[in-house]
């Protein structure tokens, strides 16, 4: 293997294809009519899809690549209960440089990035959201992770997520210690439910804390 810290990966994505746990990613049993759910790195919108059929929860998807929000606005125009949000979330206002790979698009993956999209502060964002409570939270941002869930942790409103779904992306061997580090302060506030490395992993809020 080129790459022997890539193993890590490998050994995470065996056991999640033996162990079947691809309904894992759609399994809330909290999840109602009334829960606001967030989608970030909405893609195509199937996560959603799957979500808002099963539960009528409101959506809210976060997608920066102007095609995929485009797209993903004209899907949901009429359901007034899935909203598209054409901006990723992360630490501060910024524009993102995204290369232009399906759902494998990036800023971070060193691929070449011609597209161009918005990053708003997740701080400031939260604080104007109108839910405190959030029931789910799917994370899918292509290694923006390291920068979207330190900032929320930093701006201490981790605990207005009451479940979090997090793939972790492995670009570079770095990725593990960064994983590492968010994972020790995720675990202040959150349980890991279940875990396969870099494949899915999911958190629910300790409520007794």
Known sequence: MRNPYLKVFYRAYDRWKQ???????????????????????GFK????DTIHERFGSTVHIFEPHPRFAKTLAEKYKDNEKIIVHAFA???ADCKLNLSDAGDA???????????????????????????????????????GEYD?????IAAGEMRRFALLQIQFHLFE????AMRNSIVENLAKTHKQDWCYEFVWEQWSL???D
């Open 148 to 152: 979207l869930l330190p900032a929320i």
């Open 45 to 48: 919108g199937e996560w959603t």
């Open 173 to 176: 061997e770095a990725n593990i």
């Open 105 to 143: 698009s990036s800023a971070v993956s060193g691929a070449p990035a011609p597209v161009r999209g918005e990053v708003v502060d997740v701080a400031r964002y939260l604080r104007g959201f109108q839910h405190p409570r959030i029931e789910v939270a799917k994370i899918n941002i292509e290694g």
């Open 89 to 91: 979330l992360g630490s």
């Open 206 to 208: 300790r409520w007794s």
């Open 19 to 41: 162990d079947q746990r691809k309904t894992l990613r759609y399994e809330f049993p909290s999840l109602t009519p009334d829960s606001i759910v967030f989608d970030i790195g």
